[in-house]
Nanobody, 121 residues
Framework: QVQLVESGGGLVQPGGSLRLSCAAS????????MGWYRQAPGKQRELVAT???????NYADSVKGRFTISRDNGRNTIYVQMNSLKPEDTAVYYC???????????????WGQGTQVTVSS
């Protein structure tokens, strides 16, 4: 069974920083792209940043220059360093992984349980 476990959320003041982590564990054959998404109250889930197994990154315009996604392939773990946080960054942040489970051929999509990030003074 495959699991994605996020950590690092919390309450931070505007202008502050947080670092989120997400580790994929279980019977995994290969992990392809991974990424972070977020969902604010009353809004749809939106992309924050993604990273391929080769390290290619993609960011939402709203976080470019403030957030940095990185990856440790050996640990099937991704991180997002969030700087200069704004109140509008407040949301539940979800980790996503496109991976091939052991014994399977095709890629499947997995989601973490989410971690709350609140930016408020």
């Amino acid at each position: 069974q495959v699991q994605l476990v996020e950590s690092g959320g919390g309450l931070v003041q505007p202008g502050g920083s947080l670092r989120l982590s997400c580790a994929a564990s279980g019977s995994i054959r290969r992990v392809n792209a991974m990424g972070w998404y977020r969902q604010a109250p009353g809004k749809q889930r939106e992309l924050v940043a993604t990273i391929t197994s080769g390290g290619r990154t993609n960011y939402a315009d709203s976080v470019k220059g403030r957030f940095t996604i990185s990856r440790d392939n050996g640990r099937n773990t991704i991180y997002v360093q969030m700087n200069s946080l704004k109140p509008e960054d407040t949301a539940v942040y979800y980790c996503n992984a496109a991976l091939v489970p052991m014994g399977r051929i095709f890629e499947h999509d997995y989601w973490g349980q989410g971690t709350q990030v609140t930016v408020s003074s």
